[in-house]
């Protein structure tokens, strides 16, 4: 598929002061990504969607990848281990997460991921608690089986490496930006692709894709090297450190842009899976 530019956020769900949104851009061709400044010293959630919701005003079709879980894993028993009765797609299942949330700032998740009816989903402090269960969707298996990578489930909320609370906030964020621009953005596998596409992304994937190793990029030798992998010319000397956060959106947004030529990444069988239709599918597995 043929985009102008290629968007890719390495996302947060902190509360507070956090430092953990990265945005990063690069246009068609083999231009070298670029990071996209925040307004202050940092991004916050609702400045990222803004930016989202004003970029896609322009005449550009874009391909923007966020890296978040855009849905929780569909059971036997539905979402959310049997807790969201009635809903049975994910725009639906957006909106409940909405409605719990009700009206926490900052896209937050405080209040549904303590929400009296759901609050034993979750592994939220200290040591696992014995009843937990590690709920997974088919496309965190996938990623496994294919890239030897280990997507953690949205259900643990505690460590380094975990996406949850990133993926509620995420979810708050889909809901807004499809409501108020449905006509102008597809979120992909939910909706066919139209004029630009929203995807779910991880970071890890373009990492192990590009440097053939899961190690955060430290060095700017090393960052280029995955860059020229992927297609791109190297960054130009400019700062002399990157966060992590950066560098996940940087190599992702390359990455992206490698991937998005490849009609495979479109037309994998199991995007017609009825369950994939409901929980989403990591972009490039």
């Known amino acids: 598929m043929e985009f102008d530019a290629f968007v890719a956020m390495d996302w947060s769900g902190a509360s507070a002061d956090y430092s953990g949104i990265a945005v990063a851009m690069c246009s068609a061709g083999k231009s070298a990504p ?34 978040f879980g855009f ?41 549904f991921v303590g929400d009296y009816e759901l609050a034993h989903l979750f592994w939220k402090r200290n040591a696992k608690p014995k009843l937990w269960v590690e709920r997974k969707r088919r496309a965190e298996h996938a990623c496994e089986e294919l890239t030897g990578t280990r997507p953690d489930s949205l259900y643990k909320l505690i460590g380094p490496k975990q996406v949850g609370k990133a993926s509620i906030t995420g979810m708050r964020v889909l809901n807004y930006l499809h409501a108020c621009n449905g006509d102008r953005v597809a979120i992909w596998p939910f909706e066919i692709p139209r004029t630009s596409v929203i995807v779910e992304i991880y970071p ?21 090297r995955a860059l020229a992998v992927l297609g791109s010319r190297p960054m ?10 950066e560098t996940d959106a940087l190599i992702s947004a390359a990455g992206l842009r490698y991937l998005a030529r490849d009609p495979r990444v479109w037309t994998r069988p199991e995007l017609d899976s009825p369950r994939v239709r409901r929980e989403g599918w990591i972009f490039g597995i």
């Not at 130009?236 to 956060?245: A, M, P």
Request: net charge positive.
């Open 71 to 111: 849905g929780f894993p569909y059971e036997e028993t539905g979402y959310l281990g049997g807790q969201a009765q009635g809903i049975d797609d994910i725009f639906a299942l957006w909106a409940l997460i909405e409605e719990k949330s009700a009206g926490e700032a900052d896209f937050g998740c405080i209040q």
């Open 34 to 67: 670029k990071l996209v400044s925040p307004r202050g010293r940092r991004w916050s959630r609702e400045e990222a969607a803004e930016w989202i919701e004003k970029r896609l005003g322009k005449r550009q079709r874009l391909l923007i990848g966020l890296d």
């Open 204 to 224: 890890t994937m373009f990492r192990k894709l590009a440097a053939k190793s899961v190690a955060k990029l430290r060095s700017r030798t090393d960052f280029n």
């Open 236 to 245: 130009r000397r400019g700062r002399t450190r990157l966060s992590d956060h």
